[in-house]
């Protein structure tokens, strides 16, 4: 173990990560500039060579010379994402196709893919390149290839056999996402068939810092584990002696006890569930701040979440002023997707929210639970990244030792529609036979395969066979409900509105809500509410920001989004290209908005509720009592029926995004729906 200093410049060597900003070359930084490329190849050639995975990089590419399969098993921090492509291309894998190396997160394809440009000294997009969802920098000269998850599950729809590869790395194994899961059937898949037909072998890498390795060594055909060890920097662990009763009390206890006895110069990460306990924790401890006696730093409080613009994430991802100390309070995205410089300190509450699927009632529930032990390892290991560090657990040794292994695959608690329709455009037939790692419930598959009935995607539950309906539903990267609302557009003339609409919904947050301004918030908000529901509130919002043009101020004053409206823009030109390979009119209803929720009810007809004699509302299809959502602009009106892209239970249950509808609607988008299934909505019964 290596006790040398860290070096000034921020690293980022570990398996994630984002590309710092002062990693990046700027003006301000003389001392970058003065560096020439050649100077600057061989710092990063140094910081390589001191990685812990480069003293096994021999043995690591004899290895995969000689097996198909490999499992790969280092600290965070080893290095592993960042140098086993590197090493696999120097010695010659490359010669026959792509190396691939696969992220659960975009944020971590693209800034790894920064990071080996840089390494290797070549231009974004020649040898090393990436690709996530509606952005690809990758051409033909492409040799290493950082993307998500759902990419490569995308291009196996074209290509079952995936030749364009000689290698496939999963990394991150450990978070079992779905589109990852499914990615190890398929690639095993493609592997078989390769070998069967005497083609180019496919060698496929698993990587994590925190797995079973040996249920994934089983699953891949007894493959070889490779153990790395070391890592830059040790990591004390401190349990609690006793369990917390309230973990954010705890959480806020800790970290200003390590404010007050530890040494300045050094930041404080501190892991919690979610935006509403993130903002309730950093009003207390910044009350707490404005108190402060004696020479103690001054305390920052960073907020870190999905949702948060990208101004108020850097404040998190910057390094703290002379004279202060960050605290930051972030969600599970600080576990694997970005590094945190200057943070030596971790308190890790023990807690998650995850998202779970009932298939009998169609709910999505949001739990928050308990983390697994490898999810609390990937949380210490963000202490030791620059420097010896400290993970601070609210919970006791018992207690780690009694968490489950890894958390419940995200396959066996979601909707499995979307997949289904990939696995059968792909040629897979007789899905419940498919080789999962972790299968899913048959409910699960059936409710799914149900779905894409319903929706025209298949011709029968029993035969599983895709429609030519179906198969263009499969060209789009959507839940397969809006890629039906998108071909009902098309008869209704209205594609353009819908397809805005749908990448309006393809983002995590269009409007940022600070917990100290909710009545400016909700005042901005009125400017765009409808009475016909939050879609057309959603394309009143689109079309204000293109015609002011983007501009920070506007967003700002708006509290909108800036990074997700970029995104949205991407999205929409992407979905207007495929559309137009698919021969799919470009039209537009201008302000004829009826049309525009005809089409959604002609794919989310499975999702509409049906306003109640007493007042409440209820699902038509499940009879699921719910209630809708304070921020929507139908929540203060009684439409008799609606229709809703999200049903989500937390404290009550409660539908998101809505569209007022009328009932013929629902029965011209899927009569048997309603009339085999006996559930006519009241109106249409009288």
Not at 28 to 38: P, R
Not at 267 to 282: H, K, P
Not at 587 to 603: E, I, N, V, Y
Request: charge should be positive; glycine fraction near 6%.
């Amino acid at each position: 173990m290596t006790n040398d200093p860290a070096p000034k410049k921020a690293r980022f060597d570990g398996d994630v990560g984002t590309l710092l900003q002062k990693d990046r070359p700027s003006k301000k930084n003389s001392v970058h500039n003065s560096l020439t490329k050649d100077a600057l190849r061989k710092k990063l050639k140094e910081e390589r060579r001191r990685l812990p995975i480069h003293f096994a990089k021999g043995q690591l590419i004899s290895e995969v010379r000689k097996a198909d399969n490999i499992i790969i098993m280092s600290e965070t921090g080893s290095g592993k994402t960042t140098q086993v492509p590197q090493y696999l291309f120097q010695a010659g894998l490359s010669m026959v196709g792509v190396i691939g190396c696969t992220q659960p997160r975009r944020v971590a394809a693209i800034s790894i893919a920064e990071r080996v440009c840089k390494e290797m000294g070549v231009s974004m997009g020649t040898k090393v390149g990436f690709t996530v969802r509606f952005e690809d920098s990758t051409c033909h000269q492409t040799k290493i290839k950082y993307m998500t998850d759902g990419i490569l599950l995308r291009e196996a729809i074209l290509d079952p056999l995936l030749m364009r590869y000689s290698v496939v790395i999963l990394d991150e194994a450990h978070e079992r996402t779905i589109h990852t899961d499914v990615l190890f059937g398929v690639v095993k898949q493609a592997q078989s068939m390769r070998k069967a037909k005497q083609m180019n072998g496919l060698k496929i890498i698993i990587m994590s810092a925190t797995l079973e390795a040996e249920h994934f060594a089983e699953y891949f055909n007894n493959a070889k584990i490779l153990y790395i060890e070391g890592r830059k920097f040790p990591i004390k662990m401190m349990n609690t002696v006793e369990s917390q009763a309230d973990y954010i009390q705890a959480a806020m206890v800790s970290a200003l006890q390590c404010h007050k006895e530890l040494e300045p110069g050094h930041d404080i990460l501190v892991f919690l569930t979610g935006q509403e306990e993130i903002e309730g924790l950093s009003r207390l401890i910044q009350d707490y701040s404005n108190h402060l006696e004696g020479d103690l730093p001054k305390i920052k409080v960073c907020p870190l979440f999905a949702a948060l613009p990208p101004a108020m994430q850097l404040k998190a991802l910057s390094p703290a002023e002379p004279g202060h100390r960050k605290i930051i309070l972030a969600t599970n995205i600080a576990e694997t997707s970005i590094t945190i410089p200057g943070v030596k300190y971790v308190i890790d509450t023990g807690m998650v929210k995850l998202k779970g699927y009932n298939p009998h009632n169609g709910l999505e529930l949001l739990k928050t639970e308990r983390i697994s032990k490898a999810q609390a390892r990937q949380r210490a290991g963000r202490a030791g990244r620059e420097c010896p560090g400290v993970c601070y657990r609210l919970y006791t040794e018992q207690l780690f030792k009694s968490l489950e292994e890894s958390s419940v695959p995200e396959i066996q608690r979601s909707n499995l529609a979307s997949v289904i329709l990939n696995l059968l455009a792909m040629g897979i037939s007789n899905i419940s036979k498919f080789d999962f790692m972790d299968p899913p419930s048959g409910d699960a598959i059936q409710n799914a395969l149900q779905e894409l009935w319903l929706l025209g995607a298949i011709e029968s539950v029993e035969s599983e066979k895709l429609t030519d309906t179906g198969k263009c539903m499969a060209n789009f990267p959507l839940d397969p409900k809006l890629s039906r609302c998108i071909l009902a557009a098309h008869n209704e003339t209205c594609t353009e509105e819908v397809l805005i609409i749908v990448a309006m919904l393809s983002v995590e947050s269009i409007m940022y809500s600070p917990s100290d301004k909710r009545d400016e918030v909700n005042k901005a908000r009125q400017k765009f509410m409808s009475s016909e529901g939050d879609h057309v509130m959603l394309l009143k919002i689109f079309k204000a920001h293109k015609y002011a043009k983007g501009d920070p101020g506007w967003c700002l004053e708006h509290f909108i989004n800036t990074r997700a409206m970029k995104t949205v823009h991407k999205i929409r030109a992407q979905l207007r290209e495929l559309c137009q390979r698919l021969k799919i009119s470009l039209s537009s209803c201008a302000k004829d908005f009826s049309k525009l929720r005809r089409s959604l009810a002609a794919g989310l007809f499975t999702c509409s509720a049906e306003l109640q004699k007493d007042g409440t509302y209820q699902t038509i299809g499940q009879k699921q009592p719910v209630i809708i959502h304070p921020s929507s602009s139908l929540f203060q009106c009684k439409p008799a029926y609606v229709v809703y892209t999200e049903l989500v239970k937390t404290s009550k249950c409660y539908i998101r995004n809505l569209s007022v509808i009328d009932p013929h609607w629902l029965i011209d988008a899927c009569p048997k729906y309603f009339h085999n299934l006996h559930l006519i909505p009241q109106s249409i019964k009288s």
